[in-house]
Structures are given as C-alpha cells and as structure tokens.
C-alpha cells in the first residue's frame, strides 16, 4: 500500500514557476514508478509525466516537453514536477500517482496506476 500527498499548487500568472511534491508513504517507494497527471474541468485526466523507478529514466507529454521536470528522491519517498513557463492552459488539478514495477518501463495511462493522491490544484492566470 501507497499513500501520497501532493502540495505546492496555487494560483501564478502565465510565464511562472511552480515546484509540485508529492510525499510518499510506506518503506518500498523505490520499487514503484511514478506520474504526473492533470484534469482541467469538463475534461478526462491525462497524462503529464513519468519517471521509472530509479529515476533514470523520464517521458513527457508533448504539451508540456521541455518546460516541466519530473524527478524523485528515494531517499526521502517524493516525487517531484518542476513546471516552469506556466501557460492559462496548464490550469487543472494535478495528481500523483505510483505503481509497482518490476523493472524500468514508463507508464502514461491513467489506468496503469494503482495508487493516486487527491490532488493539488494549479491556476494560471494569463
């Protein structure tokens, strides 16, 4: 079992930086890959990034390439999303999420995930 915290939403105006953690319960979190999703109002939950489980290897969604940064600390059970260039459409609820994984495959639909936080809410403005 998982359980996971996000924090460090808010609102920013378009062109700002925010940082996204997500805290992770439980001795194993190394043996779990993890995710970034998001969903804006009216729409379904879609991928955003993904990180294996040692951290060695990343994949992002094409709208968010090269301005946002998903990394983790084993050591401490987080996970992070560096979102920097923050654009009116980058404006949703943005989850975490784990699954175990047994090797370094990445994962980018929403249903191969186990465990899910309850999410933290980030508003561009433009």
């Known amino acids: 079992q998982v359980q996971l915290v996000e924090s460090g939403g808010g609102l920013v105006q378009a062109g700002d930086s925010l940082r996204l953690s997500c805290a992770a319960s439980?001795?194993?979190?190394?043996?779990?890959?993890m995710g970034w999703f998001r969903q804006a109002p009216g729409k379904d939950r879609e991928f955003v990034a993904t990180?294996?489980?040692?951290?060695?290897?990343?994949y992002y969604a094409d709208s968010v390439k090269g301005r946002f940064t998903i990394s983790r600390d084993n050591a401490n059970n987080t996970v992070y999303l560096q979102m920097n260039s923050l654009k009116p459409e980058d404006t949703a609820v943005y989850y975490c999420a784990a699954r175990y994984s047994s090797g370094s495959a990445l994962y980018t639909r929403v249903s191969s995930y186990n465990y899910w936080g309850q999410g933290t809410q980030v508003t561009v403005s433009s």
């Open positions: 990180i294996t489980r040692g951290g060695d290897s990343t």
């Open positions: 439980g001795r194993t979190f190394g043996s779990y890959s």
